[in-house]
């Protein structure tokens, strides 16, 4: 089974990615079924726990085991630069958050790249922008333009959803909403994690 979580920017869709996974693999036990994950971003270092499981080369189109339940996070899916092909998942989870969530969420960001030095991580370049001094005040502007573009790309999301059930056989929005401990999101739906056992 093939399940993609994607959506628009920062809106907790790693968070997601790793709360379906612990609520499948509780599911898949009783079956035996294998439940493992992935995020396409390739980030230079796991920013989780449950993150230093994952595994780097994702098997390609027609290598997939199909009694092995694969949770893949790929925010380019919607577009056509997507690793796997749209009609090739089985489920989808769109991750969103109402404006004032997403705001929150980019703000909570740029206080830690702040912090950190560092903004807007590069995949291509495998580095992120900034001076990578904690508190430099030069980075400020840069991240207030980082934040302020990403912001302006939810314009995308109605584009994606028309895309996305086109395109798949059963797709969930997931709302996602902000909290001082982590986002929080609705319940996953049943009828979902009752095809993973």
């Known amino acids: 089974m093939l399940v993609l979580i994607t959506g628009v920017g920062n809106m907790g869709k790693s968070h997601f990615r790793r709360l379906l996974l612990l609520q499948v ?7 035996g079924r294998k439940v493992v994950h992935y995020d396409i971003d390739r980030f230079a270092e796991a920013r989780h726990e449950l993150d230093k499981e994952m595994i780097d080369a994702l098997p390609k189109p027609g290598e997939f085991d199909k ?32 404006s004032i969530s997403h705001l929150r969420f980019w703000l909570g960001r740029a206080r830690y790249w702040f912090k950190d030095g560092k903004y807007d991580w590069n995949p291509e370049l495998g580095k992120h922008e900034g001076s990578g001094k904690a508190y430099d005040l030069h980075n400020m502007p840069g991240i ?26 059963r797709v969930y929005v997931t ?11 609705r319940p996953i739906p049943l009828e979902f994690l009752s095809k993973c056992s």
């Open 25 to 31: 693999r509780s599911w898949a036990k009783e079956s």
């Open 67 to 98: 009694d092995t339940i694969y949770l893949i996070e790929d925010v380019h899916a919607p577009t056509n630069e997507g690793a796997i092909p749209l009609c090739d998942y089985d489920y989808v989870f769109y991750v969103v958050a109402g």
């Open 144 to 169: 207030a333009r980082c934040v302020a573009r990403h912001m302006t790309h939810r314009r995308h999301i109605v584009n994606d959803l028309i895309v996305l059930r086109r395109l798949c056989k």
């Open 175 to 185: 709302r996602s909403s902000f909290s001082k401990e982590g986002p929080v999101f």
